[in-house]
């Protein structure tokens, strides 16, 4: 499902992110004080705005009150002044948001605001939570060369109650169910075995059709 997603702060970080959501069809409007980061991104967002959010923060929440976003991520980076007020601002409005964080005290502080995830970017690459605001059931994600993945991922709506045989994953998309997870004991799936929602299974694919079973997952 297509989302609406406001980036604030368009570093490298925020450009990795930007791009990985433009690949996935989602819709971002991005806000940084560079114009210049703003212009390196244009063809891949649907607007955006030029704003210092530490001196100008009234700006910033006049854009959250007028716009109807499903996300947000806030990637300023060692603005942490602007970051507060950004993370102040969003969660005043409800949006569902991640905040990018330096430091594990930073961390912790933003933990204690209320951000439904801290990102850390030595770990989480733009491109790794780009997949994660993608699919809400994605609980972990690797990166492997030649375009596969694998992928931890939640059981939705669309998968409970049938088994392995019956979505037939290798045949259609050749996406091999490695693990799964039911009531915290991990065991390798048959084609008899059984999803079931709130399920954890582990699969390994193209990265193409993993998103495709992402979709089919979320079904209801």
Not at 10 to 25: D, H, K, N, Q, W
Not at 121 to 139: Q, T
């Amino acid at each position: 499902m297509k989302k609406s997603v406001l980036v604030i702060g368009v570093g490298r970080f925020g450009t990795s992110l930007i791009e990985s959501l433009y690949e996935l069809g989602h819709e971002v409007f991005a806000v940084d004080f560079n114009e210049n980061a703003l212009n390196d991104v244009r063809d891949k967002i649907v607007s955006g705005a030029i704003i210092n959010v530490s001196e100008n923060d009234d700006e910033l929440s006049k854009i959250v009150d007028k716009k109807n976003f499903d996300i947000a991520v806030v990637s300023m980076g060692n603005d942490f002044e602007g970051t507060l007020l950004a993370t102040n601002i969003i969660i005043e409005a409800g949006i569902p948001m991640y905040t990018k964080a330096t430091t594990d005290r930073r961390g912790n502080i933003l933990k204690k605001m209320g951000v439904d995830q801290v990102i850390f970017p030595e770990r989480d690459s733009g491109r790794r939570v780009a997949y994660y605001i993608n699919n809400s059931h994605a609980l972990d994600i690797l990166d492997l060369p030649q375009g596969y993945m694998v992928e931890q991922m939640k059981v939705g709506e669309g998968f409970d109650g049938k088994s392995i045989m019956e979505l037939g994953t290798n045949k259609r998309l050749g996406i091999t169910i490695l693990l799964i997870y039911h009531n915290e004991i991990s065991f390798m799936p048959q084609g008899s075995s059984i999803l079931y929602k709130g399920d954890t299974i582990v699969l390994f694919g193209q990265k193409e059709n993993v998103l495709k079973l992402e979709m089919e997952n979320s079904k209801i």
